[in-house]
Each structure stands twice: as C-alpha cells, then as structure tokens.
C-alpha cells in the first residue's frame, strides 16, 4: 500500500524543558527526527519519554523550547499519534474506528481506503467487528491502519505495541515497519529488541534531568530479522548501556 | 432460561413465606391478608384497580421520561460550560437536601390535584441520579481517547458530541437503571399528599378504612409496574449499548 506525495519533512526538537513540581524532567534538549526515517528513543520507565512524545505531538506544552517542521512549515495537521494502547473507540465497529478522523472533523470518510488499509494489515473481512470482538493484537492492527489513513507525513508512536505478547508484537513491528517506510517516525520504547529492529537510527535516554545520549547506527535495514546477529550484538550492548545508566 | 427461573423461584419463595405467617404466626387477617385473600382483591376490583394504576403508571413513565431528559440536559450544560456548572451544582445539591416529602404538599397547593404535581414529584426524584452518573461519566473520558481526537484535529464541540457523550453513556444507562427503580416513589407520594385517582390514592383510602387487602393489592400492582419498568428500561439500554464491553 503506497501512499502519494508524502514529502515527509524531518522534525527537530530545540531547546526542550520541561518542569514537574519543581523538578526538571529534561532541560534544553534538542532532538533531530530525521526525514522519512525510523528513529527511536530508548530509555527506562519515567525517564520522560511519553513527556518528550506529547510535546512533539502538540498534546503538551513545554516550559521552554519548541518543536518544528525542517521544512519550516508549520506542523498542525501532520502529525499523526498512537499511544501505548489500541485506543479503539468501543462504540463504533472497525471501519469506523479507521475513519474516525474524518468524523471527528466533520469531514466525508474515505471508505474504500480504509477497507484497503483494513486488507493491508490483514482484517480483510473483519472491518464490520466491533473492537470488543477483537483480540489485542487485531485492535493494535486497526489502530495501526487508523494511522495509516490519517496519511500524515510525520508519525510518532509512544510504545505502542507494549501491551502485545512477544509473538504478536514481533508481526506488528514489521508490519508497521513495512507500512510506515517514508514516514518520519519518532518511537519511543523500553524495549532495545524492538528499537533495533525498527529504527534507522536510535539515542538513549536517561538521568534526571533526562539527557540523549549520542545517535547509535543500527546496520541494515528495519524490519531486521528478529535473529540478525549484528542486531543482537546491537541490543546487549544497548541493553547494558540501559543498565549502566539506571545505575543498577 | 435461568434469567427466567430465578426470579420466579425468589417470587414463589417470598408468597410462601408470606402465606405460612399470615397462616401460622396468628396475625388478625385485618393486619396482615394472606396471599389468597389479596388475590382474591386482585381479581373482584381488577377494574378499579387497573384504572388506578394506569393513572399512576402514566405519571411514573412521563416523569422518569422528563427526569431523564432534563437530568441528561443538565449533565451536559455542566460539562459544557465551567461558569454554568458553578452555578448549576449547588442548585443540583439543594434539590436534594430539600426532602421530596416535605415539597409533596406544596407542589399540590400550586399546581393542583391532577397529573402535573405527581410528574414533577417523579421527575424531581429522577433527574439527580441521571445527572450525577451521567456528569461523572462525561467527566471521567479515557484521556488517551481525548489525546488522540485533538492530534486529529477535533474541534472542542466535536469532542464532547462524538467522543465524550459516547463515552459517558453506559455511566449515563446506569443512573437511568436507578432512576427507573425509584420512579415510583415522586408519583405515589405525590398521590398521598393529594389526588383523587391513582394506586397511592388508593391506598390511602383503604388504610383509612382497614381495607388491608386492598391496600395489598394496590402495593402488589405497583411493585409489579416497577419490576416490568425496570426490565423495559434494561432491555432497551442492553441493546443501545451492546458495545459496551461489560454489558
């Protein structure tokens, strides 16, 4: 499933701060998302992760620094979120859960794209399910083409796949990986498997405050083999790199 | 089936015991009629009796129908409007904290003897728990539902019609579950402080003149009314929100 003109710009991070009762959860951190890139952000729970994603998402706002478009436009209306759960909407049935966007702004929902988005991530047939009627990982996939079918060039992603078991998770990271390509992807995880799996590109995060460590390469390209040995090596090193950092 | 034989055995289980302490606990049949007797009642007076209850059933489902209404309106200008809901919930409180049997009297003074006092008795004991489950309910949205309707672009409006109120609406089925179980306690006591038709004119009448078993008939009638209203109203709410994943 191609999507036309996606022209994603990258999304730079500059000078971020951000205070909570009194404490500093990260202060001037600056952040490059690279254009039409898989990058992601590593680091322990509470580090401010979900903090950095909802600010990069317009859902928060920062006690300094800002968030742009490399291309210098404005961001409004191209950044498209998924959080650490489905966040199906119960009350309508998978269809309409793909094409919520175009409810929500009162806007004609494009149906045959979201039954081919639907075929895409494999619930052809299944798009008249409510989300009750669904497993996780079928919810995860909905979610995944409701995405999709917002067609936003930046896409930032706040470990959504955590909730899935280590199967599921594994088909959804290289379906996602497959239908997001040519995105600037921003995704933030605690999972170094994952990380390496799907990202171009990924930094560490952690201390308090919150600094990124330097760009870390993963060679090859995502969706890696699950038993790629250059990604393996990849996530020990990261793994004790995690472990060194938390001080344990 | 069991939904079924549950509560029939629990309904033939309470006419037995009410039966053996009419028959052996030596209670004068004045104080307390046996089963057969208010039966009997049931079946003599079955026209009188109907008539009543159809005057009390009228003011019961159009009070539990503007209760719900109003209480549902006012949920929503809460939530809609901070200013509004400051004003609006000490209001919500007094209506409360003023006992619906002491208002009874007054509201029959002014608006008379007929159906109006008894619906605004009923409506006046419906709307608070519509309202109060509901405006939790519209208060308490998933927030990540919220997130991801702004990052597409919602406008406020948009959130609370197509997010926020569907969101609320099994919160909203249970305080209509509250209110129909209750909706009889505005009309009856609207009857007692002043009718001149109805169950609760009934049984005001017969107490004052030691008909016991008319009495009875008329509570077995409304008891009825009120069991056959609440299964409606869960029967309907069932099937509106057969998405609701604990439904």
């Not at chain 1, 409810?103 to 794209?113: F, Q, S, T, V």
């Not at chain 2, 306690?185 to 016991?212: D, K």
């Amino acid at each position: 499933m191609s999507e036309p003109n996606l022209n994603a710009p990258s999304l730079e991070l500059r000078g971020l701060t951000l205070r909570y009762e009194g404490q500093a959860l990260f202060e001037g951190l600056d952040l490059t998302v690279k254009a039409g890139r898989f990058t992601a952000l590593l680091g322990a729970s509470g580090v401010g992760k979900t903090s950095l994603l909802r600010i990069a998402a317009g859902l928060a706002v920062p006690d300094a620094g800002g968030v742009q478009a490399g291309d210098g436009q404005k961001l409004a209306g191209r950044v498209a979120w998924m959080g650490q759960q489905d966040l199906l909407y119960p009350w309508v049935r998978a269809l309409e859960n793909v094409t919520i966007g175009s409810k929500l702004r009162g806007e004609r929902a494009d149906k045959p794209r979201a039954l081919a988005l639907l075929a895409a991530v494999g619930l052809a047939g299944r798009e008249r399910a409510l989300p009750k009627e669904l497993s996780g990982g079928m919810r995860q996939r909905v979610a995944l083409a409701r995405t999709l079918y917002e067609n936003r060039p930046i896409v930032l992603m706040d470990e959504p796949f955590s909730a899935l078991d280590a199967i599921t998770r594994a088909a959804m990271q290289e379906l996602a990986a497959k239908l997001l390509a040519g995105r600037t992807c921003l995704l933030i995880t605690h999972d170094p498997l994952e990380a390496c799996r799907l990202s171009h590109s990924l930094y560490v995060m952690a201390g308090r405050p919150a600094r990124l460590g330097p760009e870390i390469a993963v060679p090859g390209h995502p969706p890696r083999e699950p038993d790629d040995e250059a990604l393996l090596h990849k996530q020990g090193e990261l793994l004790r790199a995690l472990l060194e950092a938390s001080g344990v | 089936m069991k939904t079924v034989l549950r509560p029939l055995v629990t309904l033939l289980g309470l006419l037995g015991l009410w039966w053996a302490v009419a028959r052996f606990a030596g209670i004068p049949d004045f104080l307390l009629p046996g089963p057969g007797e208010v039966a009997q009642v049931l079946a003599a007076q079955r026209g009188f009796l109907l008539q009543n209850a159809l005057v009390t059933l009228v003011e019961i489902v159009l009070g539990l129908g503007l209760g719900t209404l109003f209480g549902g309106l006012l949920a929503l200008a809460m939530v809609f409007s901070r200013g509004l809901q400051r004003w609006l919930l000490p209001l919500l409180l007094l209506s409360q904290a003023v006992p619906v049997f002491a208002l009874a009297p007054l509201l029959v003074l002014w608006l008379g003897f007929g159906l109006a006092s008894k619906v605004l008795m009923a409506v006046l004991v419906i709307f608070f728990p519509v309202t109060a489950a509901f405006y939790d309910g519209l208060r308490r949205t998933e927030p990540g539902w919220l997130d991801l309707a702004r990052t597409m672009g919602a406008s406020n409006f948009s959130v609370l019609v197509r997010v926020r109120l569907m969101a609320a609406l099994p919160a909203f089925g249970a305080g209509l579950r509250i209110a129909a179980a209750v909706a009889p306690i505005g009309a009856i006591l609207g009857e007692w402080a002043g009718a001149s038709e109805g169950l609760g004119y009934v049984m005001l009448n017969a107490n004052a003149r030691m008909q016991t078993s008319l009495m009875f008939a008329a509570l077995v009638l409304l008891a009825g009314m009120t069991i056959l209203l609440w299964v409606a109203v869960d029967v309907v709410l069932k099937k509106l929100l057969h998405w609701a994943p604990d439904m």
